[in-house]
Nanobody, 119 residues
Framework: QVQLVESGGGLVQTGGSLRLSCAAS????????MGWYRQTPGKQRGLVAAITRGGLTNYGASVRGRFTISRDNAKNTVYLQMSSLKPEDTAVYYC?????????????WGQGTQVTVSS
């Protein structure tokens, strides 16, 4: 069983920055891909960014150039640096991890952290 613990969400003004963190823990698990999805009420959860253990990245079109995903493999932790934030970035952000080498991780999910961008 894998547990994902997210941190770093909150309220920020338009144009500001936030950094999300997610640490994976558990026993007998193997994680390769990690990433972030986000969801707003009434909409499907969509990929924000993902990264494999080897460093292959995948970004959603709406965040490319503004968000940067990174990870610390030794700590099983993934980070999402969000810059130039817009009100439309407001959502619940979910951390995700997967034992597969994939740019669309989907196996294990965190509880979510709220990001609110005020205009």
């Amino acid at each position: 069983q894998v547990q994902l613990v997210e941190s770093g969400g909150g309220l920020v003004q338009t144009g500001g920055s936030l950094r999300l963190s997610c640490a994976a823990s558990g026993s007998g698990f193997s994680i390769n891909a990690m990433g972030w999805y986000r969801q707003t009420p009434g909409k499907q959860r969509g990929l924000v960014a993902a990264i494999t253990r080897g460093g292959l990245t995948n970004y959603g079109a709406s965040v490319r150039g503004r968000f940067t995903i990174s990870r610390d493999n030794a700590k099983n932790t993934v980070y999402l640096q969000m810059s130039s934030l817009k009100p439309e970035d407001t959502a619940v952000y979910y951390c995700v991890a997967d034992p597969r080498v994939t740019i669309m991780p989907s196996e294990y999910w965190g509880q979510g952290t709220q990001v609110t961008v005020s205009s």
